[in-house]
């Protein structure tokens, strides 16, 4: 079992940044694939970035890419996600993912979920 915590968001004014971090317990944080995704009201949750085992790959959705930057340290069993240049198309709940699998873009992939956080970009 992994247990996952996400951490870091809240409200910014169009143009602003945040850094979410994921913090992970139970078993071993660096045999896992992590990724953020995003939920809004009445969509699917989407993917937006995943980072390798050892941080050697990433992936971004088109949506994020050049904004958005994915992180881990694996001493500290935490992933990040740091926004930039934030839209309120960015407003949504965040969840952090593990999964053993690449590539990482499916949901359906991913073993384990933490409960979420709130990121809202005003206008």
């Known amino acids: 079992q992994v247990q996952l915590v996400e951490s870091g968001g809240g409200l910014v004014q169009a143009g602003g940044s945040l850094r979410l971090s994921c913090a992970a317990s139970g078993r071993t944080f660096s045999i896992y694939t992590m990724g953020w995704f995003r939920q809004a009201p009445g969509k699917e949750r989407e993917f937006v970035a995943a980072?390798?085992?050892?941080?050697?790959?990433?992936d971004y959705s088109d949506s994020v890419k050049g904004r958005f930057a994915i992180a881990r340290d694996n001493a500290k069993s935490t992933v990040y996600l740091q926004m930039n240049s934030l839209k309120p198309e960015d407003t949504a709940v965040y969840y952090c993912g593990a999964t053993p699998r690449w590539p990482p873009r499916s949901k359906s992939l991913y073993d384990y979920w933490g409960q979420g956080t709130q990121v809202t970009v005003s206008s």
């Open positions: 980072i390798s085992r050892y941080g050697d790959s990433t």
